[in-house]
């Protein structure tokens, strides 16, 4: 069956699954009680990323995650196997009968799943419907890294690029990766200056207790992870 007709098979069922469950709008249970999905050929859908080097995924592996969806009153799945598509910005997921499965970008609203790791225990969580930017819709996924009265998104993007080797002729493909960084403010997106002044005009109604901080902690503009602590720490005041 063509990918796009399997996925509107699997778009349909996901969706009706999601209204079959009741009035609730936070759907609880395991994973293999809420859905199961068939292609009439018993096939999964076809892998469009075949010959390419390197993963189309923000993670290779799957994650058991929280799926909200942007329609349906933004009901949930609680513990699917889920993984972020970020050339397609689509969510894959295995269902109870273990098919591959898809839903279209713009279907899931938020994706969230903690993963453990050496370093311990780190929280995900991608939301899509922010204001279009750059060449970014709504559609697209976001990291977010603080969350509130001025949130903090990582953009991640994926292509594949061609290269064409002189000698041979042959074609090889590669995932090239592209991030960027937003402040997500009063309804407005506003790509991240790496420097102090627009980290400040941003935050002018709590100038006092943030040049503290940044004296503090002496805060480096350019680096995100630092950049995020401040702004949780605003986000907290």
Known sequence: MPRSIFQIVIAVLFINAVQAQGNGVV????????????????????????????????????????????QGQGRTFVGVKTRIDMVT?????????????????????????????????????FVTGFPAVDKQTNQNFYLVLSEGRCSFL????????????????????????????????????????????????????KQKEITQYILTNKVNFKNADQVTKLLKYYNSL
């Open 27 to 70: 759907i609880r249970g395991n994973w293999a009680d809420q859905i199961s999905i068939t292609d009439v050929n018993g096939r999964p859908f076809e892998n469009i990323y075949n010959n390419v080097s390197g993963t189309p995924y923000f993670d290779e592996k799957y994650k058991f995650a929280n799926i909200k969806l942007s």
């Open 154 to 205: 990582k953009s991640i993007i994926k292509k594949v690029s061609e290269r064409k080797n002189e000698l041979s002729g042959e074609i090889a493909k590669d995932m090239e990766t592209y991030e960027d960084y937003y402040l997500y403010i009063k309804g407005v997106m506003k790509r991240w200056k790496k420097d102090k002044d627009f980290i400040l005009a941003e935050l002018t109604d």
């Open 89 to 125: 910005q689509e969510v894959h997921f295995i269902s109870s009968n273990e098919v591959e499965g898809f839903l279209f970008a713009g279907m899931v609203k938020e994706v969230t799943y903690d993963d453990t790791t050496t370093d311990g225990i780190i929280p995900y969580k």
